[in-house]
């Protein structure tokens, strides 16, 4: 037993604890509302207490259909600090894949922004009926007797830190894997795993008490977490846009001397090609992250030579597997992710669970105190996530598939789903994927397999051009020669864009399905 012993804080109590010892420095700031720590600290407690007036009890779990604003903050981590449990969801999903995501979580209460009102009024009956009139929107305009208005609701409530005890591994929230197609899986992390994945990543991610972090990615992103998060646990502050535009993210950036921020690829490739970017001040930038999707290696070139040393990659998944490449190390092996985090370990495995030698290509696994606490009602999920190596400890199978270098430098082979099987011989899309965006007419590609009645399957380029597209075939003999035999596409189709979830990752198996439809 240790001499001195004290309870470790948890993430509500660190926000607490910021509001009393870092009064007047800045918490949130969002348009022309600015939140110093003892405001912000304060309205968490309001917002903690207004839902306890609602019955809520700790471990119940609270919907958040919101657009980026000053209360989606509010209300994910006022629920957080009432032991509830935060369900923020992706606004941009089909209204069957919402009501499939409350009805999962079994939702009590659910807050929405204006655009999103009618949404829960057209919720099926017997998820109205498990809300009853726990449903709340914000703005200005009247609401009926069963949705309540947030300032009413809100200025209801008094701002005394409310009386809840939480223990560490109570969820604190749960961010659904996707919801483009059936059910997402509900990935939930606990309050301990979630402040232990903050502070691991602010170290990794240099975050510190005076960081201003630009988040302009949707709220529900577990990418936007990454970037509340590490700022609010290092005591920064988070400065949230309503939506990205690339223009407005470098006035922001040099009017609010933008220190950190998290994006997606395709949010790069929009600023290094937006007008401005060449002329503005990102003299303040000292650590970036960018994750979500692949990078091209050309695009990370770019980043590197242009953001001063403070571009940092991500490799990660929201069940909390994560490596990060420093900028000092970037130049040396440009097509890597990087090292886990220090308190994840990952390996490399063949089908047959053997742990593959450095170089050798096999399925990413990890483990580590950051870990999701395992998908929520999906036992079935979490078996077939699981890998349990000759000791007995179960580790996250990710679905990648990579190879680790002599030093612990992980690269990215492909996704294990999208590899192409092409004559018996696998065939890693991103290979070929890398070699197409060497062309100059070409912005983007994504090569999938379709079905062959020589091979099974064949790799099929689906491309957007930059300019005028070129002619297919010969486009095709141009990346077939610098193709070894096996890889050689079959075709190459064009398209104005390529379907993309929030975060910006091409979604192949839309593609998938739209060309094995047409080949058929």
């Known amino acids: 037993m240790a001499w001195f012993e004290a309870p470790a804080p948890l993430l509500p109590e660190v926000l607490a604890r910021h509001g009393r010892q870092r009064p007047r420095r800045r918490a949130l700031v969002c348009g022309e509302h600015t939140l110093d720590w003892a405001a912000f600290s304060a309205a968490l407690d309001r917002t903690a207490n207004a839902f306890i007036a609602l019955g809520l009890s700790p471990g119940e ?4 259909l919101m657009d980026n604003g000053l209360e989606m903050p509010l209300a994910m981590f006022g629920a957080m600090r009432a032991g509830l449990v935060a369900v923020p969801l992706n606004p941009s999903v089909a209204d069957s894949a919402i009501a499939s995501m409350l009805r999962d979580c079994a939702a009590r209460a659910v807050v929405v922004t204006p655009a999103h009102r009618a949404r829960v009024d057209g919720l099926p009956g017997e998820l109205r009926r498990a809300l009853g009139g726990r449903r709340i929107c914000t703005g200005t ?28 591994e109570a969820p604190c929230n749960i961010i659904y894997s996707s919801g483009t197609t059936g059910l997402p899986k509900g990935i939930v992390h606990t309050h301990r795993r979630r402040l232990d994945w903050a502070c691991d990543l602010g170290i990794a991610l240099r975050y510190h008490g005076s960081a201003v972090t630009l988040c302009s990615l949707g709220l529900y992103s577990n990418i936007s977490w990454v970037a509340m998060l590490c700022t609010w646990v290092a005591g920064g502050t988070v400065v949230v846009m309503p939506a990205f535009d690339a223009g407005a993210a470098l006035a922001l950036i040099e009017r609010a001397r933008i220190t950190h921020f998290a994006m997606v690829p395709v949010q790069f490739q929009r600023l290094v090609d937006s007008e401005a970017y060449a002329t503005a001040d990102r003299s303040s930038l000292q650590a970036v992250m960018c994750c979500g999707s692949p990078l091209p290696v050309d695009l990370k070139h770019q980043l590197l030579a242009g953001l001063g040393g403070a571009f940092i990659e991500l490799y990660g998944l929201t069940e909390g597997l994560i490596t990060t490449q420093d900028p000092e190390t970037a130049a040396e092996r440009p097509g890597a992710v990087g090292q886990a985090l220090t308190g994840t370990e990952v390996r490399i495995i063949d089908d047959t669970g053997r742990e593959c030698p450095p170089g050798e290509p096999g399925e990413i696994v990890g483990r580590g105190r950051i870990l999701m606490a395992g998908y929520l009602n999906r036992d079935d999920a979490n078996a077939e996530s699981t890998w349990t190596d000759a000791t007995g400890a179960r580790w996250l199978r990710t679905g990648d598939i990579g190879r680790m270098d002599e030093d612990g430098h992980l690269w990215i082979v ?37 079905p062959s009645d020589n091979w099974g399957e064949t790799p099929l380029a689906v491309v957007v051009p930059r300019r005028d597209a070129p002619e297919p075939e010969g486009l095709c003999a141009w990346t077939n020669a610098r193709l070894g035999r096996q890889q050689r596409i079959s075709a190459v189709r064009f398209r104005e864009s390529l379907p993309r979830n929030p975060n910006g990752k091409v979604l192949k198996r839309e593609l998938r399905r739209e060309y094995t439809l047409l080949a058929n």
């Open 61 to 64: 779990r609270v919907g958040i």
């Open 141 to 168: 305009e009247p609401v009926g007797e069963d949705l309540l208005a947030w300032e009413t609701w809100w200025g209801a409530a008094h701002a005394q830190p409310p009386d809840v005890r939480i223990e560490d």
């Open 414 to 450: 492909d996704r294990k789903k999208d590899m192409i099987v092409s004559g018996g011989q696998n065939i890693f899309p991103a290979d070929i994927e890398a070699v197409m965006l060497e062309h100059p007419d070409i912005a983007e590609v994504a090569v999938i397999g379709v």
